[in-house]
């Protein structure tokens, strides 16, 4: 388990990847896995760094690991205002391919098992089994691909559950 409170610094999170990237190959996540959680986790550092401590080097981000043989959760919890992730327009909607927002939340949702915010909305929780593989397409709805055993964690059949959320709007978690 890591626990570990950070800068607001782009490098110090850059590091703190790697350290948890280093925990998940040991303990058998193959490169699909691992790819999932890196592209995850560095867009909720960054939204940590970046839109909810606004730069503030006086501001931390407080990041937790678990990296056990079959599950992944990481918790991102930064010092700013925190948001609404469900007032975040939809960056695959037609009138909004060309904006600049809302991507990275979409990537995090597509290649993790499950994403939810605290009602705060300065707090992300995202939960990756190891047999999940990588999702077949990227938006709002999406598939996993999965070549997971039978008995895995990852559901009955073996196939990786569709993501699941914590929170679709206010007052959820």
């Given at each position: ?94 009138e ?10 979409m990537?995090?949702?597509a ?63």
């Amino acid at each position: 388990m890591i626990q570990k409170s950070i800068p607001t610094d782009l490098e110090v999170a850059r590091r703190l990847t790697e350290e948890i990237l280093g925990q998940a190959r040991a303990a058998g996540y193959d490169e699909d896995a691992c790819f999932a959680i890196r592209l995850s986790l560095e867009e909720a550092l960054i939204n940590a760094i970046k839109h909810g401590n606004k730069f503030d080097r006086s501001r931390k981000v407080s990041v937790s690991a678990d990296v056990g043989a079959d599950l992944t959760t990481i918790t991102v919890i930064d010092e700013g205002d925190g948001f609404d992730p469900s007032s975040v327009p939809d960056p695959t909607a037609d009138e909004n391919l060309e904006k600049p927002f809302g991507r990275g939340i979409m990537l995090m949702r597509a290649y993790m098992d499950e994403v939810g915010y605290n009602d705060r909305g300065n707090k992300v929780r995202m939960v990756k089994h190891r047999c999940s593989g990588l999702p077949t397409s990227v938006g709002q709805s999406t598939v996993h691909s999965s070549g997971a055993e039978p008995e895995s964690p990852c559901g009955p059949s073996g196939k990786t559950e569709p993501a699941r959320h914590f929170r679709h709007g206010p007052g959820r978690q």
